[in-house]
């Protein structure tokens, strides 16, 4: 700066780093990886939703928000969008956003008490009965007895409460690892450490499914990479709902493995017409026909699946 200029006083710097932290989106690649962040004032307008009715996507640096869900009346003050992965839960979401865009959530989800206590839940003693048992995150504070099934009755017992939140602990440990880079070894350690304990639903298991998904994948490891694909889908389409781009994402690469195996079994064939169908819409609607996802992606597999 010349020497007749000044920075703004210390507390207009304040003001401006506030809108720029706040108001900035992370600019993300096909696979949904944040390659970038940018400032898009216009775009900036939309309030947050853990259940969001709209998405942001990009082509290249360009951001487009779009519709995910139906609307009677088109008004843009009803128009949300997620500042972050909704994939964890409550009290980590409403702390991510309390932390980096300074307001509580109080949204819809936020406040369901189901949703919460499915995403923390262990699998039912009963292997006849698949209700989630809800463990609370200071059960060990409040609760004086260990939890039962609300569906069937079944107790559940100190040793298998105990391994349970063994297991958590080692789980948010190693994920908090692999922040950045993922260990398949590392993943098959723990997700042998939740079989039978962690319910489908729980989102701790989902996260680690999803980064067995991706470390598997970068090894070439094709029939693990598939049966991690399906379990993480139906987890992301309880949390995300039946349209959203990673949902999107994972359909597309799941589908990629289960034509790159050639498997001949007819269950196969059809999980794969209907994840190629299921992604087909879901980019439809979250990045449109022109969009290069759908050119190079979405219409190639819908050709390979034919002659699957």
Request: hydrophobic share 35%; charged share 25%.
């Amino acid at each position: 700066m010349g020497e007749n200029e000044s920075l703004p006083p210390p507390s207009e710097l304040l003001n401006i780093y506030g809108r720029l932290l706040i108001n900035s989106f992370n600019i993300m690649d096909i696979s949904m990886n944040t390659i970038g962040s940018g400032l898009y004032l216009g775009t900036s307008r939309f309030d947050h939703s853990c259940s969001p009715n709209a998405v942001a996507v990009f082509s290249s640096t360009t951001i487009s928000i779009r519709l995910t869900k139906p609307m009677e009346q088109f008004d843009w003050s009803k128009v949300f969008v997620s500042y972050i992965d909704v994939l964890q839960p409550t009290s980590k979401r409403i702390g991510e956003l309390n932390k980096g865009y300074y307001f509580e959530c109080c949204c819809e989800v936020c406040q369901d008490v189901r949703q919460l206590e499915d995403m923390l839940s262990m699998s039912c003693p009963n292997t006849n009965c698949l209700e989630p048992i809800y463990i609370p995150e200071d059960i060990q504070d409040k609760v004086p007895e260990c939890p039962k099934c609300t569906k069937c009755g079944e107790q559940v017992t100190q040793s298998r409460l105990d391994s349970y939140l063994n297991a958590l602990d080692f789980i948010e440990a190693q994920l908090d690892r692999m922040k950045q880079t993922s260990y398949l070894d590392v993943c098959q350690t723990s997700l042998r450490k939740t079989e039978g304990l962690f319910h489908p639903y729980n989102v701790y298991q989902l996260q680690i499914l999803d980064s067995a998904f991706s470390a598997a994948i970068d090894l070439n490891h094709w029939t693990e990479a598939k049966e991690y694909g399906k379990k993480l889908i139906l987890g992301q389409k309880k949390y995300y709902g039946d349209i959203h781009p990673l949902l999107g994402q994972t359909l597309l690469k799941t589908v990629k493995i289960l034509l790159l195996e050639e498997n001949e079994e007819e269950y196969e064939r059809e999980m794969v017409q209907s994840y190629i169908e299921h992604a087909e819409r879901i980019v439809k609607i979250c990045y449109g026909e022109e969009h290069n996802i759908y050119k190079d992606h979405v219409i190639p597999l819908l050709d390979n699946a034919l002659s699957f």
